[in-house]
C-alpha cells in the first residue's frame, strides 16, 4: 500500500494570500497524482491530474507540481471558495487518498 | 453532461450486506471504455477507494476489502453496483460512485456522484 501523508493538518490563510499544500509520498508515484477540494456536504471535486494538469473549468490561481514522492498544490491567491479540504490522492497502484489538509480562514 | 447519482438503503444492521447502485445519466456507461469506481468517506475522515470496474466487467478491489466487496455491471440499465458483505459499524460512511478521467486505470477520478449516506446500526 502507497501511504500519502499531506501537511500541514490544517492552514490558515488570508484572503488573497497563497496557500501551498503538501503531499508525500511512500514510495515513488511518478507523476500520477491528482488534487482535489472538498466543502462540507459536498462530494470532492478534481483540481489537478497528472501531477500538474488542471481538470476542466479549474481556474488557473491553482497550480500543481513534483513528482516521485513529493508534490505540492499552490493556490496563488485565495478566494473566499477556496476554503475547504483538500485531498491528495495517488493513482499509480490502486488509488490511496491524504488525510486531507483544512484551508481556513485567518 | 454526464452524472452520477448514488441509490440504496441508508440504514444497514450488523453482518447484513451493504448494497448500492450508481445510475450514470447523460451517456451511455458502455459506449466509452472508462473505468468506474466507489470510494468510501466515515464521517469527519478522509477518503478510501473501494474498488473498480470496466464496462466489460474486470474488477479490482481494495486488498483491504477484498473479502467483503462485489462490484458488477448492468450496462442494459446504465448502471453498477456495490455490494459490502458483513458490515460493521466502521462501515458507517458517505459512499460515493466516480468515473475516471481517462479510459485507464491509472487515471484520476473527474466526474462524482453526489454521495449517499449509509449508517450499519440495529
Known amino acids: 500500500e502507497i501511504v500519502m501523508t499531506q501537511s500541514p493538518a490544517t492552514l490558515s490563510v488570508s484572503p488573497g494570500e497563497r496557500a501551498t499544500l503538501s503531499c508525500r509520498a511512500s514510495?515513488?508515484?511518478?507523476?500520477?497524482l491528482a488534487w482535489y477540494q472538498q466543502k462540507p456536504g459536498q462530494a470532492p471535486r478534481l483540481l489537478i491530474y497528472?501531477?500538474?494538469t488542471r481538470a476542466t473549468g479549474i481556474p488557473a490561481r491553482f497550480s500543481g507540481s513534483g513528482s516521485g514522492t513529493e508534490f505540492t498544490l499552490t493556490i496563488s491567491s485565495l478566494q473566499s471558495e477556496d476554503f475547504a479540504v483538500y485531498y491528495c490522492q495517488q493513482y499509480n497502484n490502486w488509488p490511496s487518498f491524504g488525510q486531507g489538509t483544512k484551508v481556513e480562514i485567518k | 453532461q454526464l452524472q452520477l447519482q448514488e441509490s440504496g438503503p441508508g440504514l444497514v444492521k450488523p453482518s447484513e450486506t451493504l448494497s448500492l447502485t450508481c445510475t450514470v445519466s447523460g451517456g451511455s456507461i458502455s459506449s466509452s471504455s472508462y473505468y468506474w469506481g466507489w470510494i468510501r468517506q466515515p464521517p469527519g475522515k478522509g477518503l478510501e477507494w473501494i474498488g473498480s470496474?470496466?464496462?466489460?466487467?474486470?474488477?479490482y478491489y481494495n486488498p483491504s476489502l477484498k473479502s467483503r466487496v462485489t462490484i458488477s455491471v448492468d450496462t442494459s440499465k446504465n448502471q453498477f453496483s456495490l455490494k459490502l458483505s458483513s458490515v460493521t459499524a466502521a462501515d458507517t460512511a458517505v459512499y460515493y460512485c466516480a468515473r475516471y478521467i481517462a479510459p485507464d486505470l491509472l487515471s484520476a477520478f473527474d466526474i462524482w456522484g453526489q454521495g449517499t449516506m449509509v449508517t450499519v446500526s440495529s
Open positions: 497528472g501531477a500538474s
Open positions: 470496474i470496466y464496462y466489460s466487467g474486470s474488477t
Open positions: 514510495q515513488s508515484v511518478s507523476s500520477n
